[in-house]
């Protein structure tokens, strides 16, 4: 609970959103202002020094504090421990609703409810009633449900596939997405309109496309990183490691394996939509290796003493290696991506739309 001497909710999302401001103006700020983002996070997890997660909750210390922060919250945890739905980073929030160039009366769709947060916002701006929102999970459509009743917002959500949208409401002239994508959702495309606006995370950064005409639209990449929890489906099975040291022999790679980590890691998950990775380390904490996986079964392990071995449909390291040989020096800029967009597919470039490119899966 907060101390007698402590400033209030409403005087800290004052504080809070006049902080976002600091870094651009923004018509949205004021939203910030006015939505109590604790009614949509009452509590939230963090971890503690060895890992393990721990509930917080309002009469725990750091809990306004953390709140009223531009800090990612994880909400929600899997049986195994593993995160399934957070509070996105408020900054990143903004940035994405901005960059929708929504005016109040404009249609919304958000794919992503979560908390509800950022429907709250969205209603606060454009009015309840030009806000659809969806979410995959059923429990948490109910709590958002209520969570935004407390506020007094009232957008239409529900729960269902968020990629097939809401075609009763449609055509939307602005589309959000908060949960990663592999591509924009084609059943989203056919409900809009010309000049309608679409924000949606792919691979580690955030895209914005202008729709042009029925299946066609273009744009950028945001400057802004970004790692949004996948849109939920059904679970592939994990990587074999033990199969491929068994099936594979092992080749030798220039690229060193900490690339896929850091420099790589975005061009990487445009090449390789929906690809999952994981490190090795020694006792003191340096890197030894890293794997890479899809769910077709594709497998590849890189030691850093240059050793790889690749096995399935799609030999990833020798994706690695292309994408190498595209940025020999230092890593791209987010801003240098685009996405072109036509009834024929879905195609990331790097510059201009002939510049080196990379198909994207449209299921």
């Not at 721990?54 to 953390?66: A, F, H, K």
């Not at 709140?67 to 945890?77: E, F, G, I």
């Not at 033990?242 to 394996?257: K, N, R, S």
Request: aromatic share 8%.
């Amino acid at each position: 609970m907060t101390r007698t001497n402590d400033p209030s909710p409403a005087v800290l999302r004052v504080k809070f959103a006049a902080t976002l401001g600091e870094e651009r103006q923004s018509p949205w700020l004021a939203a910030f202002a006015e939505v109590p983002r604790e009614h949509y996070v009452p509590d939230f997890y963090r971890q503690d020094g060895q890992g393990r997660w721990q509930e917080v909750s309002s009469g725990d210390p750091g809990y306004w504090e953390t709140v009223y922060s531009d800090t990612a919250l994880t909400t929600q945890l899997d049986e195994r421990g593993i995160p399934t739905s957070s509070s996105s980073q408020p900054s990143l929030m903004l940035a994405m609703l901005d960059a929708l160039d929504a005016k109040p009366g404009h249609q919304l769709y958000e794919l992503g409810l979560g908390t509800g947060y950022n429907s709250a916002l969205a209603s606060s701006f454009l009015g309840s009633d030009n806000v659809v929102s969806v979410d995959v999970d059923p429990d948490l459509v109910h709590l958002a449900r209520k969570r935004l009743a407390k506020g007094a917002y009232r957008p239409f959500v529900f729960a269902g596939d968020g990629a097939e949208g809401y075609p009763a409401r449609a055509p939307y002239d602005r589309i959000i997405a908060t949960a990663g994508l592999r591509c924009i959702p084609p059943a989203l495309l056919g409900q809009t309109r010309e000049g309608s606006v679409i924000v949606a995370p792919i691979g580690f950064g955030v895209v914005k496309v202008v729709v042009a005409g029925k299946g066609e639209a273009s744009g950028r990449f945001l400057s802004v990183p970004a790692f949004f929890m996948p849109r939920r489906t059904p679970a592939a099975s994990g990587p074999d490691f033990a199969g491929l040291e068994a099936q594979a022999t092992g080749t030798a790679t220039d690229v060193p394996a900490a690339d896929v980590l850091d420099r790589l890691k975005l061009p990487l998950s445009l090449a390789l939509p929906g690809y999952n990775s994981c490190s090795w380390r020694d006792e003191s904490g340096e890197l030894t290796g890293v794997g890479l996986w899809t769910e077709d079964g594709s497998t590849a392990t890189a030691h850093v003493s240059g050793k790889v071995r690749q096995i399935g449909p799609q030999r990833l390291w020798d994706k690695v290696e292309e994408l190498a040989s595209v940025f020999p020096e230092g890593a791209p800029a987010r801003e240098e991506f685009g996405l072109t967009i036509t009834s024929e597919g879905q195609r990331v470039w790097y510059r201009e739309p002939e510049g080196p490119s990379w198909a994207l899966p449209t299921e």
